[in-house]
């Protein structure tokens, strides 16, 4: 059922602006009854946020807990080409880029903190709140160009080989 409302949001962003798409659309699309909407989630931002979670972060955590951080972000570049219109149209709307940018930041920054664990960090929360809220905000950028411009692409790759850097250093000098 996730997926199918999933579609339908995906569907609806094409023709209009994601503030302005409604549960009664979202359902009537999927063929299901406002009720069955809210049993899975609290309204379509928690939607949006579902997308994010299963489509572009969890395939690429085991590389982010192996320490493949510049391979995480090749596969997220690979997954917002794929779904190019429903990640442009989501950040282009000032609601879901907020969204969007808080729910990044808390999963980066989440990351980090696991990632450091057990190693010798003077404060891991100051460069895991770093961390998230540079690859959100680097990775919204990439979602707002695609493949227009590589600049955010790079910046994607800085930050993820710098924050692996500095968790294999940390840890090699523990």
């Not at 999963?107 to 057990?118: A, E, L, P, T, W």
């Not at 080989?161 to 294999?168: D, F, G």
Request: proline share 3%; aromatic share 10%; charged share 25%.
């Amino acid at each position: 059922m996730d997926h199918r409302l999933a579609d339908s949001l995906k569907v609806l962003i094409r023709q209009e602006p994601l503030e302005k798409i409604t549960i009664k659309q979202i359902t009537d699309d999927a063929g299901v009854v406002r009720p069955t909407f809210y049993q899975h989630f609290a309204d379509k931002y928690r939607l949006v946020e579902w997308i994010l979670q299963k489509e572009l972060l969890v395939p690429a955590e085991p590389l982010l807990m192996q320490g493949e951080m510049p391979d995480a972000v090749l596969m997220y570049a690979k997954k917002v080409w794929e779904s190019g219109v429903f990640y442009k149209r989501t950040v282009a709307s000032a609601e879901g880029r907020m969204v969007v940018q808080r729910y990044l930041q808390s999963y980066f920054k989440k990351i980090v903190i696991q990632r450091s664990m057990g190693k010798h960090m003077e404060n891991p929360s100051i460069s895991a709140e770093c961390f998230g809220q540079s690859m959100a905000f680097w990775l919204i950028q990439f979602m707002e160009h695609g493949e227009q411009n590589a600049v955010e692409l790079e910046c994607l790759n800085y930050i993820a080989h710098s924050m692996e850097s500095m968790l294999n250093v940390r840890s090699k000098s523990a």
